[in-house]
């Protein structure tokens, strides 16, 4: 299959502290990817040489022609003040768009209530459900989110990882995800590059669970606690949120 973005043996430094050292990754299409790793350890960095926004000291960077890259970033801090709709904000993203187009999209991602609401107004929930609404309206090749549920309770950050996950199975896209840690996320990845500085484990997200690196740089503690969100691969989950059977085995990128 072919790889939407593919990061080949790249390193980076700046002010004379390597960022980065021979890292790889692999994003192909309907498959989830998310980088973990401490604060520090390069992942955005990481997201930006994949997306070219900068360019690495060595090693190569492939994408897809003609790849449409829909972003939702970790947080937007919107003055509550400013007089800003819903509707406003996602005809900013690609303008012309279509009132029922915008109605949609937020009705994918089960926001369809927040149309004519203040984005100041909404709750933190709400916010990353828009702003994935308008990631979406690009109608991506490749989905890039950072620390995609920052400020979202737990109850709502598993929602929002079932709503990412349902948008790669339906829309065919590939998706890029940073995260700090593995908890919620576990059950929404494919794959999980641990990341500090250099590519400590990759794989599924089970045996980078269990990954000495992983141990090493988290604690068993932590990783412990990871068991019950444990991904099984042999489901997938239905638009309600059930499991169906017909799990989804798609090739795995290697890492050099």
């Keep these: 299959m072919t790889a939407l973005v593919r990061v080949c043996e790249v390193s980076f430094g700046h002010a ?9 990754l692999c994003v192909e299409p309907g498959r989830i990817v998310t980088v973990v ?10 997201v930006r040489i994949a997306l070219g926004l900068i360019h690495p000291r060595s090693g190569t960077v492939e994408r897809a022609a003609g790849l449409v890259v829909g ?6 801090d919107i003055e509550p003040t400013l007089p800003l709709s819903v509707r406003r904000f996602l005809a900013m993203a690609v303008p012309g768009t279509a009132l029922g187009i915008m109605q949609d999209a937020l009705d994918r991602v089960r926001a369809g209530h927040v149309l004519d609401r203040q984005v100041g107004a909404l709750s933190g929930g709400e916010l990353q459900r828009v702003l994935l609404a308008r990631a979406l309206l690009r109608r991506p090749g490749l989905l890039v989110l950072d620390e995609p549920v920052g400020g979202v309770d737990m109850a709502g950050q598993a929602e929002l990882y079932d709503l990412i996950s349902a948008q790669a199975r339906q829309t065919g896209c590939g998706i ?22 250099h590519v400590c484990c990759a794989g599924h997200p089970e045996m ?5 690196e992983y141990l090493a740089l988290f604690g068993p503690r932590v990783a412990t606690s990871l ?30």
């Design 16 to 24: 004379g502290q390597i960022v980065l050292d021979r890292v790889s």
């Design 37 to 46: 790793g401490p604060n520090g350890a390069g992942k955005s960095t990481l």
């Design 227 to 256: 068991a019950v969100y444990t991904h099984v691969h042999d489901h997938a989950h239905l638009a309600d949120g059930s499991v169906g059977s017909g799990g989804r085995h798609g090739p795995e990128c290697r890492h050099g």
């Design 208 to 212: 980078v669970s269990r990954h000495p």
């Design 71 to 76: 972003y939702v970033p970790q947080r937007l």
């Design 176 to 197: 890029l995800m940073v995260s700090h840690d593995l908890h919620v996320v576990m059950a929404a990845t494919d794959e999980v590059v641990c990341l500090n500085r």
